[in-house]
Nanobody
């Protein structure tokens, strides 16, 4: 059984930064791609960024240059550094692990961007 535990969400002002973390249980972490998704109020869930097991990254156009996804396979952890946050970035952010025979989600962490 795979479990994802997230942390790092919170309230920031526009232009501020947050660093999200997601710890994945088990020893299979390095074999799978990881992703961060978000779902804002009244909107569909969307992919923000993902990272392959070899380190290749992909970003939504709306966050390129501001967000950085990374992984530490020794710690079974994926991160997302979020800089220059905008009000439109406010959402619940979800960690995801996906690969052959596996698709699991974290519980979500709230990111609020407000003055």
């Amino acid at each position: 059984q795979v479990r994802l535990v997230e942390s790092g969400g919170g309230l920031v002002q526009p232009g501020g930064s947050l660093r999200l973390s997601c710890v994945v249980s088990g020893s299979i972490f390095r074999m799978y791609s990881m992703g961060w998704y978000r779902q804002a109020q009244g909107k569909q869930r969307e992919l923000v960024a993902d990272i392959a097991n070899g380190g290749t990254t992909n970003y939504a156009d709306s966050v390129k240059g501001r967000f950085t996804i990374s992984r530490d396979n020794a710690k079974n952890t994926v991160y997302m550094q979020m800089n220059s946050l905008k009000p439109e970035d406010a959402a619940v952010y979800y960690c995801n692990i996906q690969g052959i025979g596996l698709n699991a989600w974290g519980q979500g962490t709230q990111v609020t961007v407000s003055s």
